[in-house]
């Protein structure tokens, strides 16, 4: 096979994945199968007694991921200049570095190679190794239902960076007014206005854990009505995302609008005996 035969098979069976493509179907299971047991093997690891008589073998899950990942990563970019949109050799693949699931891609074997490049404590390792779990997310590449998650994120970008705006003006204010009136009776509670925003967070959402409360009845006042104004504001966001996901699932897709097209009727002409489609 010539340089560019491989490169476009490379292309097909990583990122085009065509159902009647054998191999594209077993890599893809491949790499499912890999993120899910480094998933677990992420949770097992918490446990010592496994983390002491299997720890070589979740090294070498590890070590095997990390170079199967890295080479799966430097081979998408390497072949994504097959698809007409990212087809200009360097700005092509500078584009597609920046896309989405590059990123994705990219987080999912970047921490392990921090540890290489800069000298860290062992407290910093742990929570790189943490960071492991973003190869969760290389999942949204082979599942319709992340897909149809970042449809809606986009589409109600605006509408859900409006309604945040809200909540983090809601907080701030909340949070200086509780500061002011709670401060002089509780002043280890509500020791600055960065503090008393735990009491806001906990109150706009209605959790209210209860390790910060108002005492005097003003604050218990502000209290209540910051609240109450949570339950609404905090809604607003549920609301944006699940009309976002009522447009996505009732949208048809291009085998419905196949469906609904009428059915053409066969006639026969009288004289010759043919079929006349209409």
Not at 19 to 36: G, P, Q, Y
């Amino acid at each position: 096979m010539s340089y560019q035969n491989i490169k476009r098979r490379t292309y097909e069976i990583l990122e085009k994945g065509q159902e009647n493509d054998t191999w594209s179907k077993r890599v893809d299971i491949f790499i499912i199968l890999l993120i899910l047991l480094n998933i677990v093997a992420v949770i097992l690891e918490s446990v010592q007694w496994m983390r002491e008589d299997y720890g070589l073998l979740f090294s070498n899950i590890e070590t095997f991921s990390i170079i199967f990942f890295s080479v799966e990563y430097l081979l998408r970019i390497w072949s994504i200049t097959e698809k007409e949109k990212y087809s200009p050799p360097f700005r092509g693949r500078l584009k597609y570095m920046f896309s989405f699931y590059s990123l994705i891609d990219l987080a999912a074997v970047i921490p392990a190679y921090i540890p290489l490049l800069i000298t860290v404590d062992s407290r910093v390792i742990r929570g790189i190794r943490v960071l492991r779990l973003f190869r969760l997310l290389k999942l949204s590449r082979y599942n319709k239902a992340f897909s149809q998650i970042r449809q809606v994120m986009n589409g109600a970008k605006e509408e859900l960076v409006i309604s945040l705006c809200g909540v983090l003006m809601l907080l701030v204010i909340s949070s200086c007014l509780m500061y002011y009136i709670e401060h002089d009776d509780q002043p280890e509670a509500f020791s600055s206005i960065p503090a008393t925003m735990w009491w806001g967070v906990a109150t706009l959402t209605t959790v209210g854990y209860g390790d910060v409360y108002p005492i005097t009845s003003l604050g218990k006042f502000i209290g209540g009505i910051m609240a109450i104004l949570g339950v609404g504001l905090f809604a607003l966001p549920a609301g944006i995302l699940a009309n976002g996901f009522g447009k996505v699932i009732e949208k048809p897709t291009d085998n419905d609008k196949q469906n609904d097209e009428p059915e053409s009727h066969d006639l026969t002409c009288d004289h010759c005996g043919q079929k006349i489609h209409k």
